[in-house]
């Protein structure tokens, strides 16, 4: 134990001192008491002498007095205390396949209400950022412990043309780099030059291994706090290739785990005005790869395979939801990253508190016994 005013704790010095003078005058009492020359008065003036209870409304105010000269000296403790040290990166897709309705209402609100639990549900400690992408990714917000800013940006999100879940994935890397300094910034990569749904990636992806409910892999450095939560319903359509991000990731230690959304049943889409930006949407704005039509009856599928590659590589897990439940369930799921720290406690409230309770049940039953 230490204090952070030690001097103040020449006060205890006044607990004796207060116990010495109870003492002086209990004694002080029994010698006067044997000068009366009446039996009656001398049997009633040392009545009870013997009983330990009449030292206890006494006994409680010295323990309170005490109590309190220990408070005004700040005494801490170090004690260790788990604590959630992770950054979140939520990416999450908004493309115009994020719009379909075979989850109701359709999946981005579907996911937007996911996501908004989820964010609600991390500790005081967590600081959660949101990467959103579509054609291109860009940090919306950056890591942050601030709640409010994350839910207003969360439901602020607009959809957009095409999917660029490696430029995600690179730019969840960038916003780590900004917080972690031992996590660098992602490497320019050369890029292909063509646009289409389920873009190949230049290597294969490994073969998925791991448990029920999501893939799992290993990655050969020193594994960061930090975890990429990367939420698509389609495939990479543009840019950076999932796979090359993922080595970049891997590289860094930064686990990606990656959420498959929607359904494999041909559904329509339907964009809310807020979600396509404040304007009406019109059919051929859903137009292009990966987007369908409005009208339409469309196939709009997961690249499982990329999404299992890229948790195969960076050391993360696959999942997959079909619905806004499961959705909710696989986020509540995610890992947390704790640790044990060694913290200054401060006792001088509990000190002050249990002084107080001391103090009045001291008073309570000297008066009770004045009365009774």
């Not at 054609?135 to 709640?147: E, I, K, Y």
């Not at 809310?272 to 039509?293: C, L, N, S």
Request: charged share 15%.
């Amino acid at each position: 134990m230490s204090f952070g005013v030690p001097l103040l704790l020449v006060t205890l010095a006044f607990v004796p001192v207060l116990l010495g003078v109870y003492v002086w005058q209990l004694r002080r009492r029994r010698r006067q008491a044997v000068r009366y020359s009446n039996v009656a008065l001398l049997r009633a003036a040392g009545a009870g002498s013997a009983s330990w209870k009449r030292h206890v409304p006494i006994a409680l105010v010295l323990g309170a007095l005490g109590l309190l000269g220990l408070a005004s000296a700040r005494p801490t403790v170090r004690a260790e205390v788990p604590t959630s040290s992770a950054t979140i990166i939520l990416a999450l897709d908004v493309s115009g396949s994020m719009c379909a309705t075979d989850v109701s209402p359709n999946r981005l609100s579907a996911a937007q209400a996911a996501v908004r639990s989820f964010v609600e549900g991390q500790d005081d400690e967590t600081k959660v950022g949101l990467v959103v992408f579509s054609g291109f990714a860009q940090l919306a917000v950056a890591p942050t412990a601030d709640r409010g800013e994350l839910l207003s940006a969360i439901d602020a999100v607009t959809t957009g043309r095409g999917t660029t879940i490696g430029a995600a994935i690179m730019r969840s890397i960038d916003a780590i780099a900004e917080l972690d300094p031992n996590v660098a910034p992602a490497d320019a990569v050369d890029e292909p030059s063509t646009d289409g749904p389920g873009l190949a990636d230049p290597t294969p992806a490994p073969t998925p291994t791991g448990g029920a409910g999501g893939t799992g892999g290993g990655v050969p450095v020193d594994v960061a706090p930090e975890i990429i939560v990367l939420l698509t319903d389609g495939a990479n359509t543009r840019g950076v290739t999932p796979a090359q991000a993922a080595e970049q990731a891997a590289a860094r230690g930064v686990r990606v785990y990656p959420i498959g959304f929607g359904t494999t049943n041909p559904t329509q889409m339907a964009c809310t005005r807020d979600q396509y930006g404040g304007f009406q949407p019109r059919a051929r704005d859903f137009g292009g790869p990966g987007g369908g039509t409005l009208g339409g009856r469309n196939f709009l599928v997961v690249d499982e395979g990329a999404l299992k590659g890229v948790a195969q590589t960076t050391g993360g897990e696959y999942f997959a939801a079909t619905d806004a439940d499961g959705l909710t369930k696989v986020l509540a799921d995610l890992p947390k990253h704790v640790t044990v720290s060694e913290q200054d406690i401060d006792l001088s409230a509990a000190a002050g508190l249990l002084a107080a309770a001391l103090l009045l049940a001291g008073l309570g039953i000297s008066i009770r016994r004045s009365t009774s």
